[in-house]
């Protein structure tokens, strides 16, 4: 199967107080808090996450926490690497809560960044979106998505002008940006995780 890069996008909900209340609490950044995934869940693209994929890569994207590289880019670029100059965010944390992954995302004082908290600051809507690659399985109306998808980042986007838009932005992916999104660290980290898993 050939493995293509797919995205999803999830409203972020916040309002003026919380943006005020975050800076107040947490030395002026905005720490943006809420839904950011859910698994088993038709969404907008028409795709379906398996909960047990999802929670595989959400424990999988825990070492690029813990190693404070969760980055994510101001929009989606067509590759799967995550390009220091475009980053806008950090992810703090992303946890499962049910079907749900939970996430709690700062934005940085990069210049996207800085175009983020401007734009969240005047209450335009937007959404975070997951970035990985992978295959997908059609299944009745619904493409599934298959084991061999891996997480890359979560994006911050606004909201496609139709629905479905993003299914289409689908792109081959060359084994070569792999090796750059993922280290060899962050194989083995994987490699161990899937071992912890067996039963």
Not at 57 to 67: D, L, P, S
Not at 133 to 154: H, N
Request: charge should be neutral; charged fraction near 30%.
């Amino acid at each position: 199967m050939d493995m293509t890069l797919l995205r999803e996008w999830t409203p972020l909900k916040y309002s003026s107080e919380v943006i005020k209340e975050s800076r107040a609490l947490n030395n002026g950044k905005i720490m943006l808090k809420g839904i950011i995934q859910r698994a088993d869940t038709l969404n907008q693209n028409g795709r379906i996450y398996p909960r047990g994929i999802l929670e595989r890569e959400i424990i999988n994207y825990q070492k690029f926490i813990r190693e404070n590289r969760a980055l994510g880019e101001c929009d989606h670029p067509d590759t799967s690497v995550v390009e220091l100059k475009n980053t806008s965010h950090l992810v703090k944390e992303a946890r499962m809560e049910g079907n749900d992954v939970y996430g709690v995302i700062e934005l940085l004082d990069t210049p996207s960044g800085k175009i983020l908290q401007s734009l969240v600051e005047s209450g335009v809507t937007l959404g975070i979106s997951s970035r990985g690659v992978g295959s997908t399985k059609q299944q009745g109306s619904s493409l599934i998505v298959q084991e061999d998808f891996q997480l890359i980042c979560f994006d911050i986007v606004s909201e496609p002008s139709t629905p479905g838009a993003f299914i289409n932005e689908s792109k081959q992916i060359r084994r070569h940006d792999l090796e750059k999104t993922f280290n060899k660290s962050d194989r083995i980290d994987r490699i161990f995780n899937d071992i912890m898993t067996w039963r």
